[in-house]
């Protein structure tokens, strides 16, 4: 059994984009009991991974003549820019208020919110056929 260049660019990718989505939802998971002081840099780090690793998916499986489901594609894509949106919009208050040595606290809105669409967006690319 031979890999092409192709397969192994595509795991390699898939194994980039699973180590992204766990970066959002691992941070997501730990700091959920969080009162204050919530770090948004892993969740943002983990959302350009995860978006520019789920791009390069789509083309490989373009490039190597594999079926691709648009629709999917497009929601998965609204699902994780959602994400990084939301996630940066934490990282740039959190850093405001950190400046401003003020409470925190307000954000977790915006950390319930990008962990639980990035657990959606998984649930998106498992059951969605």
């Known amino acids: 059994m031979t890999v092409s260049t192709l397969d192994i660019v595509r795991y390699s990718l898939l194994f980039a984009h ?3 989505l766990s970066a959002i939802i691992g941070s997501y998971i730990l700091q959920m009991p969080w009162k204050r002081n919530f770090d948004f840099l892993p969740l943002v780090i983990g959302a350009i991974v995860a978006i520019i690793t789920g791009c390069g998916l789509i083309a ?3 490039v190597g003549g594999l079926g691709v489901d648009q629709l999917k594609m497009i929601v998965k894509l609204g699902l994780a820019l ?5 996630s940066m919009i934490g990282l740039l208050r959190s850093r405001r208020l950190g400046r401003a040595d003020a409470d925190d606290s307000g954000l977790k809105p915006l950390l ?6 990035a657990m959606a967006n998984v ?7």
């Open 123 to 129: 649930i998106v690319a498992l059951f969605w056929r």
């Open 112 to 117: 319930l919110g990008a962990g639980m669409i």
């Open 82 to 86: 959602v994400v990084g949106a939301l």
């Open 60 to 62: 490989t499986r373009e």
């Open 18 to 20: 699973i180590v992204g």
